[in-house]
């Protein structure tokens, strides 16, 4: 059963930085897609990228473009997600998801809480 | 990109059928069979239960069904259930290795 497991809640002042990690058990990591998706308080999710690791090719969404830089260490088999220039708005719950044995959003973390507070 | 468009809310009793739609463009959904669908129950993560339009993951009941007609995609649960009360996302690949989410649907079982 694969299982992917998030780091813990953060909160961060605005202008700062966050990474946040995914680490994958139980099944292959390398050459499967892991996406992250961020659910602000009381919103719809959104997509805003994607890795998959034994290439170390990343794609990025239009809005999060130099900000955001998704990376994967496949040793230890993480995935990370790093934010910068925070705002308050970015206050959310960041997922990592992974497709699985169909091509969709298969396996989710369990999500972490990033809050942007001064 | 922007959110594909779902209808913020929709209900049906017990044993009553609803659907729910999607509407993108001719850029996702209309060119793409890669549309899926989620499940969200309050603090929890979603639950795939269709991808490529209308396919099924193993263990998501029957009563969950999707089709596509030009750029809008839909989903119909059947048979409702008070624990198919949830938050219904639709999402598109877009091209280029991306993907979008639509705007969510509040489905309540009256």
């Known amino acids: 059963q694969v299982q992917l497991v998030q780091s813990g809640a953060e909160v961060k002042k605005p202008g700062s930085s966050v990474k946040v990690s995914c680490k994958s058990s139980g099944g292959t990591f390398s050459s499967n897609t892991v996406s992250w998706v961020r659910q602000a308080p009381g919103q719809g999710l959104e997509w805003m990228g994607r890795i998959i690791p034994f290439l170390t090719v990343t794609d990025y969404a239009q809005r999060f473009q130099g900000r955001v830089t998704i990376t994967a260490d496949t040793s230890t088999s993480t995935a990370y997600m790093d934010l910068s220039s925070l705002a308050f708005d970015d206050t959310a719950v960041y997922y990592c998801?992974?497709?699985?044995?169909?091509?969709?959003?298969?396996?989710w973390g369990q999500g972490t809480m990033v809050t942007v507070s001064s | 990109q922007s959110a594909l468009a779902q209808p913020p809310s929709a209900s049906g009793s017990p044993g009553q059928s609803v659907t729910i739609s999607c509407t993108g463009t001719s850029s996702d959904v209309g060119e793409y069979n890669f549309v899926s669908w989620y499940q969200q129950h309050p603090g929890k993560a979603p639950k795939v239960l269709i991808y490529e339009v209308s396919k099924r993951p193993s263990g998501v009941p029957d009563r969950f069904s999707g089709s596509k007609s030009g750029n809008t995609a839909s989903l119909t649960v059947s048979g409702l259930q008070a624990e198919d009360e949830a938050e219904y996302y639709c999402s598109s690949y877009v091209g280029r290795n991306k993907y979008v989410f639509g705007s969510g649907t509040q489905v309540t079982v009256l």
């Open positions: 998801v992974r497709d699985g044995s169909v091509d969709a959003f298969e396996i």
